[in-house]
């Protein structure tokens, strides 16, 4: 079981330009909750992204796996964000192993939800797949508390707003 | 200084070691397996865009394509939401199997990178690779200098069983350990960032691509120019992405590939970093280099060996050392002693010395000669205590002291005195005491008593010298020594066999079991397979102590522990008590016996020839060799007797192990027939074969009486003069040894 307290940087710093968001004050924190199967095999490495409907890539929510030089197999992130550092810088933790939990918590702009936004998982394990967008799962309140499973290495993904 | 810089790491990483070494030895096998299974096309015979088509004929969700080193190809697909991996043919690219890499193979692996640990196994598995590099060298090191020199390291080993394993393995697998652990250590250090290893290298994304429909990836130029023996990686674009490209990874470097235009985007070439680190890669995993893995895996499989061989080694030194209570600093210490011992026995006469001049209210420090310090500040007196190994050398832990002695100096005016310890049945009785006392005075020493000799460990002349010692120091000083007997055994006369009567040299060979033991626990002891007999090889010594004797006799042993019985070949004296007592010992009849390991007379491990020479009953260890030639090396045996109608010992055996190949070639002599000869005649009339055999290194055992020893020396020279070479050569570089009595 990972559990990672995010510090107060929020994820969707980099969209504020182009989304001209309010304010940091209509911020929330959302927790990002991925059970992995039992697929067996080495820790997984796991981009959280944003992206909108069209499924362009937006922001980073959160990276598990600390070393850059793998992140290259997370396909669609790592095209998306062009694997600069200030895409990640703060937002990485450990990778997941094979039937363990990780619970992240993040800060996401009110604005972002019920806007169209996705959140995406790429994953990729050692000798085995890469998994592009693995999860895709609109970002609404609705959708809140709900579980999606994955296609590649995640059982089920669930954010609570 | 170098043994404990090989002893404590080696201690301290042997379990460790042995587990990173048993793992990569089963990984080791992989790239073998691997590559039995690949098809791999000839260079230039296909390109990466052919086998691209070809598998998106069969497999039209394709995304991504693999390599493995050892040519294996794999797919990964999605088929309607089914997601799978197959390896496939390349020549066709049709589905061979289902790719399911084994859980067994990455389970080993991650214990053989991290111990199943995580990134804090990594650094574990990252310092035993450094230990493992420190122990290698170390051990090469301690080898070299016992050998005479690095350009020697292939000389025969000597020593016991396990010494000679240890070193004999241990060279045989120095470059493959020395590889693996350099390789290993380089891996981790890359891991952990100290090291660049050229990965975060990365191609940028290409900012723009040509517009307009894809084209077949059959077509792609890109594609076409590279050799499917460079791929190692084709991921297909995204098919719900028209910005998306190909991303191409090969041997040479890493870029895009546009789907329309099939040009070759932002291609960044690998760097000299990324180069050495997959070099390094390869030649620790052996992956694409499947014959390397072999190696390298063999010669890790020696580690658990090492490993055990060298505990026992490092225990039974650490058994044997001497324990010195109350030993004071050399610094300050007003009484040296050194103590230059083969077998530790003269340590005993040193405690108890040390003890009495403690108790006396002396400050002493005891050391072994070899630690010769380079000043004893306070020291008023020094006391060397030292015996005399074969002929007239320096004990075991005095073989470096005359040249430290040169080197280090002496106080000039400094008082010594020297007691040599041997046996006056020697004729070099107490050399290596005298060469002592005569560089001593010779760097300016002062003699406190004259030099003194104790025959065969008399207690009584060890405690007249402390009695002498003891008025020169003004106090009575009793030193009252009991030698410590090392445990008999109990050996009954299972077998005889006599020769030689009618020539007047009654020689028998005598087969001795362990007597039947007494008492519950050690039947139940011999029960449970505990061998009763101790370990032993031929050419070790049987001391026998004959009723009414308190000095025992050695006899060579002609047996192993392995051949179940305790044989030894005994010559009847007229007036030899104990060779008496054997002759007339009943079969049936029990004797007490102590086994003394002689681990200098043994032929050298490997495969040069071995010259044995020897005369009567000096036969009996040399007959010994030959049975346990179970490698069938080269053997030639000199052998002399009186006559062959009668005390041709082991004729019967010897002409068994000739036509079974462990006796190469057989040369007797003998000197009671018409054509009388010696051995030594035999050795001269053979001078041109034994040549040549001595210059394929070919190591010269000798057992017999003395005078036949001298006689033999002197025609060996005589056959070593035009190589210009001399039996002294052969004795330094331990390819000349004697078993004399």
Redesign the interface.
């Known amino acids: 079981m990972h559990n990672f307290n995010l510090s107060k940087i929020t994820a969707a710093l980099g969209l504020a330009g182009i989304l001209a968001l309010p304010s940091l004050a209509q911020a929330r924190e959302v927790s990002l909750t991925t059970q992995m199967s039992s697929y067996?095999?080495?820790?997984a490495y796991l981009a959280f992204y944003l992206t909108d409907a069209e499924?362009q890539y937006q922001s980073t929510l959160w990276v598990a796996g600390k070393k850059?030089?793998y992140y290259?197999h997370l396909?669609?992130w790592a095209?998306g964000s062009?694997?600069n550092a200030s895409a990640f810088d703060g937002v990485t933790g450990a990778s997941v192993g094979s039937g363990d939990s990780l619970t992240v918590k993040v800060e996401l702009a009110d604005a972002l939800i019920d806007a169209g936004y996705q959140i995406r998982i790429d994953s990729a394990v050692e000798?085995?797949?890469?998994?592009?967008a693995e999860v895709t799962v609109p970002l609404t309140r609705q959708g809140s508390g709900a579980a999606t499973s994955g296609?590649?290495y995640i059982d089920s993904f669930t954010y609570d707003l | 200084m170098l043994r404990q810089l090989h002893s404590l790491p080696g201690l301290i990483a042997a379990l460790l070691v042995m587990l990173l070494a048993i793992s990569g030895a089963i990984l080791s096998i992989n790239p073998a397996l691997e590559r039995l299974d690949a098809r791999v096309p000839a260079a230039g015979q296909l390109n990466v865009a052919e086998l691209a088509g070809r598998v998106r004929q069969h497999y039209p969700g394709a995304?991504?394509l693999q390599r493995t080193p050892s040519g294996s190809l794999i797919v990964?697909y999605?088929q309607a939401?089914q997601?799978g991996?197959d390896r496939i043919d390349p020549l066709t690219g049709q589905r061979l199997a289902a790719y399911e890499?084994s859980?067994f193979s990455?389970w080993v692996k991650?214990l053989h990178r991290s111990l199943l640990l995580?990134s804090s196994g990594r650094a574990i598995a990252g310092i035993a690779a450094l230990l493992m590099l420190l122990l290698t060298f170390s051990g090469a090191a301690l080898l070299a200098k016992r050998l005479g020199g690095w350009g020697k390291l292939l000389r025969p080993l000597r020593g016991n069983f396990n010494q000679r394993w240890h070193a004999e393995v241990g060279r045989c697998a120095l470059l493959g350990l020395l590889l693996s652990a350099l390789s290993g250590a380089y891996m981790s250090a890359a891991n952990f960032g100290f090291i660049d290893?050229g990965?975060?290298n990365?191609p940028?994304?290409p900012a723009q691509v040509a517009s307009g429909a894809p084209a077949p990836v059959a077509s792609l130029a890109a594609l076409r120019a590279t050799d499917l023996n460079d791929l190692r990686e084709l991921?297909f674009p995204?098919p719900?992405?028209p910005q998306?490209v190909y991303?191409l990874r090969t041997a040479q470097g890493d870029g895009y590939v546009d789907p329309v235009s099939g040009e070759l985007l932002s291609f960044r070439g690998h760097d000299n970093s990324r180069n050495l680190y997959e070099l390094i890669y390869q030649l620790h995993t052996g992956e694409g280099l499947w014959w390397l893995g072999l190696v390298l895996g063999v010669s890790a499989l020696s580690v658990p060996l090492m490993s055990v061989t060298g505990s026992l080694i490092w225990w039974k030194r650490r058994q044997s050392r001497p324990k010195i209570a109350h030993n004071s600093p050399a610094q300050s210490a007003d009484t040296v002693i050194l103590v230059g011992s083969e077998g530790n026995s003269t340590w005993g006469f040193a405690q108890t010395l040390h003890a009495a001049l403690s108790k006396a209210g002396h400050r002493v420090h005891s050391a072994p000669m070899n630690q010769l310090a380079g000043e004893y500040p306070q020291a008023e007196r020094l006391l060397v205590l030292t015996a005399t190994h074969g002929d007239g050398d320096a004990p075991a832990s005095a073989s470096a002291f005359l040249e430290r002695l040169s080197r280090l100096k002496l106080k000039p005016g400094q008082r010594f005195a020297v007691l040599g310890f041997g046996d006056r049945q020697f004729p070099q009785f107490c050399q290596f005491a005298k060469d002592t006392h005569a560089a001593l005075l010779a760097h300016g020493g002062q003699p406190l008593l004259a030099l003194d000799c104790i025959d065969r460990q008399s207690s009584q002349e060890f405690s007249r010298w402390g009695h002498a010692l003891g008025q020169l120091l003004g106090q009575p000083l009793s030193l009252v020594h009991s030698v410590k007997r090392p445990p008999s055994q109990r050996l009954q006369l299972v077998e005889r066999v006599n020769y030689g009567t009618e020539v007047q040299a009654p020689t028998c060979v005598l087969r001795f079991q362990a007597a039947a033991p007494v008492g519950l626990i050690a039947r139940l002891k011999r029960r449970l397979g505990g061998t009763s007999l101790a370990d032993f090889e031929a050419g070790d010594l049987l001391a026998v102590t004959p009723p009414g004797s308190l000095q025992p006799r050695f006899y060579s042993l002609a047996s192993g522990a392995s051949d179940g019985v305790l044989e030894i070949c005994v010559r009847q004296h007229a007036h030899g008590r104990c060779s008496n007592f054997l002759h007339e010992l009943p079969l049936g009849a029990c004797i007490e016996a102590v086994i003394q390991l002689n681990p200098d007379f043994r032929p050298a491990s490997g495969k040069a020839p071995v010259i044995l020479i020897g005369a009567g009953t000096g036969i009996g260890p040399l007959a010994g060799f030959i049975r346990n030639n179970h490698g069938k090396h080269p053997m030639h045996l000199y052998w002399g007797g009186r006559n062959p109608a009668s005390d041709f010992l082991y004729e019967p055996q010897l002409k068994d192990y000739l036509a079974d190949q462990r006796l190469t070639q057989l040369h007797a002599a003998f000197s009671r027939v018409n054509d009388c000869s010696y051995v030594q005649d035999r050795i001269i009339a053979d001078a041109l074969q034994l040549r040549r055999l001595i210059e394929k290194g070919a190591q010269i055992l000798v057992c017999g009486g003395r005078d036949m020893a001298k006689n033999v020396m002197q025609a060996i020279d005589e056959v070593l003069l035009p190589l210009n070479l001399s039996v002294l050569t052969l004795k330094a570089q331990g390819r000349y040894r004697e078993d004399v009595y």
């Open positions: 067996g095999g080495n820790e499924g850059a030089k290259k396909r669609d095209r062009g694997l000798n085995k797949r890469d998994n592009r296609t590649g | 995304e991504q990964y999605s939401d997601t991996a890499p859980a990455s991650d995580g290893d990965m975060q990365e940028d994304f991921v995204n719900s992405d998306d991303s």
